[in-house]
């Protein structure tokens, strides 16, 4: 099982972005997805979660009302649209997912490699 992430880059103050994060393998059902990020000195922190249905979400209170978070199941993938980013947004971006793989009853806990979002003018 892999989770690969794409869509980081460079924005200017206030332009938008969008990060997406697709997992691949022998998977059988994928549960709670979600998006992290770490910047330089600091702790990974929280962005957003979906559970499964995509029917309810969470935000870090940082990222509110800029952020959404959305999946398609259908092809294994979330999504994170960032509009009015902000230089403090600035980051490594990870997705995670709690999946089952084929064969198996266990929850596994999976991260994607990180894409770089840099905010700057």
């Known amino acids: 099982v892999q989770l690969q992430a794409s869509g980081g880059g460079l924005v200017q103050p206030g332009g938008s972005l969008s990060v997406s994060c697709g997992a691949s393998?022998?998977?059988?059902?994928?549960?709670?997805m979600g998006w992290y990020r770490q910047a330089p000195g600091k702790q990974r922190e929280l962005v957003a979660t979906i559970t499964s249905g995509g029917g309810s979400t969470m935000y870090a209170d940082s990222v509110k009302g800029r952020f959404t978070i959305s999946r398609d199941n259908a092809e294994n993938t979330v999504y994170l649209q960032m509009n009015s980013l902000k230089p403090e947004d600035t980051a490594i971006y990870y997705c995670?997912?709690?999946?089952?793989?084929?064969?198996?009853?266990?929850?596994?806990?999976?991260w994607g490699q990180g894409t770089q979002v840099t905010v700057s003018s």
């Open positions: 995670n997912a709690y999946l089952k793989e084929y064969g198996s009853m266990r929850l596994a806990h999976y």
């Open positions: 393998g022998s998977i059988s059902s994928i549960n709670h």
